[in-house]
């Protein structure tokens, strides 16, 4: 029996990694065998790309080499660790997937939809998520909440009009995709955000209650 794909999206500072290990500590209440990854990284290429992606030494790179390298560290990540857990009958829960190369790269970026669809072909023939929870605010309010961008980070340090298109390509992404992707209100507590992610995904049967 094949298991479910969630992903979490989300600018910079949205919340994701605290709501992933909420959202791991309510699967381990609920016995919902689970793992938990990020993107890109997850396995050992994986992760080696994402040092490569994410450095500041790399001030240089190519927009069409960065899409490229998330798209060949997502088809390792798939292929070794997402897929087999899946086939087990596995839930996997994922920090960042294919939608964030849209929002950055195609939007933000510029490249456009088409061109990194093309790059990420085998995410989409393979493996596409049965849910993404878009943690919906905006990257002003993101960034204050975290105390400012990580300047070591090549991708945060990008600039705030960068992130300003990054949001706006995830509300048009949210627009294109509603059967699987659901906006989360996360502006309150930590626990609301929670609630309203366990909410969703009782309703769209990712869980029983």
């Keep these: 029996m094949k298991g479910k794909f969630i992903t979490l999206e989300g600018c910079e500072g949205a919340g994701k990694s605290r709501q992933m290990q909420l959202l791991t500590q309510f699967f381990d209440k609920k016995g919902i065998e689970y793992i938990s990854t990020?993107?890109?990284?997850?396995?050992?290429?994986?992760?080696?790309?994402?040092?490569?992606?994410?450095?500041?030494?790399?001030?240089?790179?190519?927009?069409?080499?960065?899409?490229?390298?998330?798209?060949?560290?997502?088809?390792?990540?798939?292929k070794n660790r997402v897929i087999p857990a899946l086939n087990e009958g596995k839930t996997v829960i994922c920090d960042r997937f294919i939608d964030s190369s849209f929002a950055y790269q195609a939007y933000a970026r510029g490249i456009g939809y088409e061109?990194?669809?093309?790059?990420?072909?085998?995410?989409?023939?393979?493996c596409m998520p049965d849910i993404t929870l878009f943690l919906d605010i905006s990257p002003e309010d993101a960034f204050s909440r975290k105390g400012g961008a990580d300047s070591g980070d090549r991708i945060e340090a990008a600039g705030m009009e960068f992130h300003k298109r990054v949001y706006a390509g995830y509300l048009a992404l949210a627009e294109k995709f509603p059967e699987r992707i659901v906006k989360i209100e996360c502006m309150g507590a930590r626990e609301r955000t929670h609630a309203n992610i366990v909410e969703a995904l009782y309703a769209r049967g990712i869980i029983d209650r």
């Design 115 to 126: 061109v990194v669809a093309a790059a990420n072909r085998y995410a989409f023939e393979n």
């Design 38 to 78: 990020r993107e890109p990284g997850g396995t050992p290429v994986a992760e080696r790309i994402r040092s490569v992606i994410l450095s500041r030494e790399n001030e240089n790179m190519s927009d069409e080499c960065e899409v490229l390298l998330y798209a060949a560290a997502r088809a390792d990540h798939l």
